[in-house]
């Protein structure tokens, strides 16, 4: 799989609008230059549709999430709209969840797990298709404004990206790496 989606957020936090809801994500390396945008729209029916952008402005990919109970089912597509992968959350209103990400085949190429911790904010951890770590993300931030940080194995820093429109909240799935660049 060509496209890597590494960070897309898909659960915002319910707000009782009648209109779709927005927010927007910046996405930067670990020097601080920007690396993708990530505008996400909320309808009223509860779908999540995620369109990721290359510092250029060109589309890259795009994803769509729908939640069902505690459950998030999101669907990745690359530029041209074939499918790349699909990620099953377990637990995505709770202050822990479990999601599994597959290739477009079903085949899984990893994992992650997400803990909330009341108002501090969110870590979830990932790991590859065998059970490795391969990095975490913390997300922070108050109502309007979020943070993230994200650090690879060792613990170093990677990147950083901020949001605004309403709050993001406990749910973003990065679709993990297959190793292509």
Partial sequence: MKLLIPLAILSLSMAHLSHAQTSRE???????RVTQT???????NGAVRSVIRDASGRIMGTSTSQTSGSD?????RDASGRM???????????SASQTTYRDASGRTTGSATSR?????????????????????????????????TRRDASGRVTGTSTGNGKSLTNLWIPLPSTGSK
């Fill in 72 to 76: 998030t089912r999101t669907t990745y």
């Fill in 116 to 148: 909330t911790n009341g108002t501090s904010g969110t870590r979830t951890d990932f790991r590859d298709a065998s059970g490795r770590s391969t990095g975490n993300q913390t997300i922070a931030g108050p109502s309007g404004f979020t943070s993230s």
């Fill in 84 to 94: 790349t992968g699909t990620a099953s959350t377990k637990g995505s209103h709770s």
């Fill in 38 to 44: 990530i505008e996400q729209q909320k309808s009223s």
């Fill in 26 to 32: 910046v996405v930067r390396d670990a020097s601080g």
